[in-house]
């Protein structure tokens, strides 16, 4: 090729990308404004940049990537904040994916609250939107592994389903873990309105006292169990397990949606029938089918542990606090604990 036509392909290659770029910006500011517009349609809290309750100033505009966070955001932010959630109510949050709009309107808000490493579509959008501020709880709380999903010794192979090796993601269902990421959020709502700092500080210390009662509260129902193991149909309660000095029996592991194997199956069933278990628990958001069959077979009762991904009509209580009460009580009669 000589030298002329070269240069020729190269300024046609160059209008070429130019012309995508152009395009590319375009779409990405209608999807902000997009983004910005559905926010304020479908949230029923006052969106950014409308009037806190106290003081003329706008509320800080946080976003949280599922339930419990939000739990937290609300409050330690109190009338200083306008909370949105990633995932929708009864939407499983393993799966959940973003929308164009959702991303863009992270880079307006004053501070996401997520856990990396959960969540890969809420990652990369943290990541891409690059929010004025984040909580990233897995910086800071320690992980368990999720293969402590079973029971010791149940002896189950690396493909049957399991996350050997992987983190356990269900930090929030140990109380004292949510009073850790209470106490990030506040400093992070601090850094971006210092002078809401005291309200914060008290909004926090308050929700702390209710999560201290929660603790004990479950110490006290689960403290003396005449059945340690317990059976779950999705690995989420291995963080409380470890809290209360249970074990988890997890059917299908950490993520919810993974079938058991055969195998599977019946290792359950020789733990269940060598425990003396009652119960076979399942979750509020993930159909309770194969928990039932387990159970059916053996002659267990069901019931439910919910593993608080998101609040429904079908929650046993309102929020957070009532929930881990719930699931205490339903562990306590299960475990035959006194
Ligand atoms: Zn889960």
């Not at 609250?113 to 690059?130: E, L």
């Amino acid at each position: 090729m000589e030298g002329r036509e070269l240069t020729r392909l190269h300024l046609i290659m160059r209008m070429i990308v130019m012309k995508i770029l152009r395009g590319t910006l375009a779409a990405v500011s209608a999807a902000a404004m997009l983004g910005l517009a559905a926010c304020s349609a479908y949230s029923d809290a006052p969106a950014s940049g409308a009037p806190a309750s106290s003081g003329g100033t706008a509320r800080l505009a946080v976003a949280v990537a599922f339930y419990p966070f939000e739990f937290v955001a609300e409050r330690v932010g109190g009338d200083q904040v306008a909370v949105t959630n990633l995932t929708a109510p009864g939407v499983e949050p393993h799966d959940l994916e973003l929308t164009p709009q959702q991303v863009a309107s992270l880079s307006s808000v004053d501070l996401v609250v997520y856990q990396s490493g959960f969540q890969p579509a809420v990652d990369t959008a943290v990541a891409q939107a690059k929010p004025r501020a984040s909580v990233d709880t897995a910086s800071f709380l320690p992980l368990l592994a999720a293969s402590q999903d079973g029971a010791e010794g149940d002896g189950h192979t690396a493909d049957d389903g399991h996350n050997h090796g992987a983190a356990d993601p269900h930090t929030w269902l140990d109380p004292t873990n949510m009073v850790t990421i209470a106490e990030h959020v506040r400093d992070a709502l601090s850094s971006a309105r210092p002078e809401a700092a005291k309200a914060f500080a008290a909004n926090t210390e308050a929700l702390v006292a209710d999560l201290t009662t929660l603790d004990t509260t479950l110490k006290t129902d689960l403290g003396s169990c005449a059945i340690k193991p317990f059976i779950t149909s999705h690995a989420a309660f291995g963080y409380l397990a470890n809290r209360y000095g249970l074990t988890q029996v997890g059917i299908n592991g950490v993520e919810p949606d993974v079938e058991p194997s055969a195998a599977r199956i019946a290792e359950v069933q020789k733990i269940a029938k060598d425990n003396n278990v009652t119960t076979i628990f399942f979750e509020t958001l993930v159909s309770p089918v194969v928990a039932q069959s387990i159970a059916g077979d053996l002659g267990l009762k069901t019931d439910v542990l919910d593993p608080l991904e998101g609040i429904t009509a079908e929650s046993r209580g309102t929020d957070y606090l009532e929930v881990m009460r719930a699931n205490g009580a339903s562990l306590k009669t299960a475990n035959q604990c006194s």
